[in-house]
C-alpha cells in the first residue's frame, strides 16, 4: 500500500501536472499581486515561481503521505487542511531560504502581511490544487474500472460466443433447420431467425455495459429453443420474471444458462429442466438458474467462465452483488444477488 502511495507520487503524469500547476500560480501571483512592486517583472516571476513550487510540492507530497494513514471521510477532510497549511508554512520557509540565497532578499516569511498573503494564497490555490488531484483520480479510477468491465464482457462475450460457434451445436442447429425446411418451413424460418438474433446479441454484447432484463430473456429464450429442437423430450424449460426496469450485463443469465445445458442437462440420460426465476428478495434482486440432470463437476466452479462472470460483477457493481452456486440432490442451483441499490 505505502509502495504504491509512493509510487503515485512520483508519477511523471503527476510531476508533470504539480509542475504546471504550478508554474500557473506562479503566473497569476505575478500579474495579480506585484503590479506595484519596484522589482524587474521577470525576476518577480522567478521568486514567485520558486515559492509556487517550494510550496505546491510541500503540500503535494505531504498528502501523498497523509494517503498511507486510514482515516474517515470527515477526518480526512480536516487533516488535509491541517497538512495543507502546515505544508504551506514549511514551503514558505524553504522559499525564502532559496531566494535569500539565489537573489540576496531578505524576506521575512513570519511577518505578519507576509504570513497572511502566503497561506491566503496557499490555501486558495492549495485546495484548489488538491480537489484537481481528486477529480483526476477519480477520473482515472472509473477509466481503469471501465476499461476492466469491457475486458470481462469481451471474455464473457467470447466464452458465450465459443458455445453457440461449437461446430456440434451449429451442426446440431442446421440439421435440425434442415429437417424442418419442407415439412415444417415455417418452423425452420423461426429457428433460423432465432439463431440469427442469437448470434447477433452475442456479438453485440461486448459494445454495451448494460442492457435491459428483458432483452436478455429474450435471447436466453432463442437459445433455448434452439436447444429445445436437439434435445427433444430430454429438455424442459420455464422462465419467472416479476422484476421491471432492470438492467445488467449483457450475456451474464445467458452464461449460467448455457452452462446449465452443457455440464447438467447434456450429460444426463434423461436431460433434465432448466428454471430461470428473477425477482426481488428483501432488498435484493435475486437471479437464479436451477438445473436438474448431472451434478456440476468440481472444476467447473473454479473455472474461467466462473471467474469471469464473478470479476464482472465486481467491477460493475462494485462489489455490492455475489454469485454462488448450490448443489442439491436433484440438480444445481446457480444464484446471483445484487443489492437494488448496487447500481
Known amino acids: 500500500m505505502?509502495?504504491?502511495?509512493?509510487?503515485?507520487?512520483?508519477?511523471?503524469?503527476?510531476?508533470?501536472?504539480?509542475?504546471?500547476?504550478?508554474l500557473v500560480i506562479s503566473i497569476l501571483i505575478t500579474i495579480l499581486f506585484e503590479s506595484g512592486n519596484q522589482v524587474g517583472k521577470f525576476k518577480l516571476f522567478q521568486i514567485d515561481w520558486i515559492f509556487s513550487n517550494c510550496i505546491g510540492c510541500s503540500i503535494y507530497f505531504s498528502l501523498h503521505l497523509l494517503d498511507i494513514v486510514k482515516l474517515s471521510k470527515w477526518l480526512k477532510i480536516i487533516s488535509a487542511f491541517m497538512t495543507i497549511l502546515l505544508a504551506s508554512i514549511w514551503g514558505g520557509v524553504l522559499g525564502t531560504r532559496i531566494v535569500s540565497y539565489l537573489y540576496g532578499y531578505?524576506?521575512?516569511f513570519f511577518?505578519?502581511?507576509?504570513?497572511?498573503?502566503?497561506?491566503?494564497?496557499?490555501?486558495?490555490?492549495?485546495?484548489?490544487?488538491?480537489?484537481?488531484?481528486?477529480?483526476?483520480?477519480?477520473?482515472?479510477?472509473r477509466k481503469i474500472q471501465w476499461l476492466e468491465e469491457k475486458q470481462a464482457r469481451t471474455q464473457a462475450e467470447l466464452i458465450s460466443l465459443r458455445t453457440r460457434i461449437n461446430p456440434h451445436f451449429l451442426f446440431n442447429t442446421l440439421n435440425s433447420i434442415s429437417g424442418l425446411i419442407h415439412s415444417f418451413p415455417e418452423k425452420a424460418d423461426n429457428m433460423l431467425q432465432q439463431l440469427s438474433e442469437l448470434l447477433r446479441y452475442t456479438l453485440s454484447a461486448a459494445d454495451i455495459s448494460e442492457i435491459d432484463l428483458n432483452h436478455e430473456i429474450e435471447a436466453i429464450r432463442d437459445y433455448l429453443e434452439i436447444e429445445k429442437i436437439r434435445f427433444g423430450e430430454r429438455l424442459d424449460f420455464s422462465i419467472s420474471n416479476e422484476v421491471d426496469n432492470f438492467k445488467l450485463p449483457p450475456l451474464l443469465l445467458l452464461t449460467l444458462v448455457e452452462?446449465?445445458?452443457?455440464?447438467?442437462?447434456?450429460?444426463?440420460?434423461?436431460?433434465?429442466?432448466?428454471?430461470?426465476?428473477?425477482?426481488?428478495?428483501?432488498?435484493?434482486?435475486v437471479l437464479s438458474v436451477f438445473n436438474t440432470g448431472s451434478p456440476l463437476p468440481n472444476q467447473y466452479k473454479t473455472g474461467f467462465?466462473?471467474?469471469?462472470?464473478?470479476?464482472?460483477?465486481?467491477?460493475?457493481?462494485?462489489?455490492?452483488?455475489?454469485?454462488?452456486?448450490?448443489?442439491?440432490?436433484?440438480?444445481?442451483?446457480?444464484?446471483?444477488?445484487?443489492?437494488?441499490?448496487?447500481?
Open 2 to 22: 505505502r509502495s504504491k502511495i509512493l509510487k503515485d507520487a512520483f508519477s511523471p503524469k503527476k510531476l508533470g501536472i504539480l509542475l504546471l500547476v504550478n
Open 111 to 141: 511577518k505578519s502581511a507576509n504570513l497572511t498573503f502566503f497561506l491566503s494564497i496557499s490555501l486558495i490555490f492549495g485546495i484548489s490544487a488538491y480537489g484537481l488531484f481528486i477529480l483526476l483520480g477519480r477520473i482515472h479510477t
Open 305 to 343: 467462465g466462473i471467474k469471469t462472470l464473478t470479476q464482472l460483477l465486481n467491477i460493475h457493481y462494485q462489489g455490492k452483488a455475489s454469485f454462488r452456486l448450490i448443489p442439491f440432490e436433484t440438480g444445481t442451483l446457480a444464484e446471483i444477488v445484487i443489492k437494488q441499490d448496487g447500481k
Open 106 to 108: 531578505q524576506i521575512s
Open 259 to 285: 452452462n446449465a445445458i452443457k455440464h447438467g442437462i447434456s450429460t444426463a440420460l434423461n436431460g433434465g429442466k432448466v428454471e430461470l426465476k428473477i425477482g426481488n428478495k428483501a432488498e435484493n434482486t
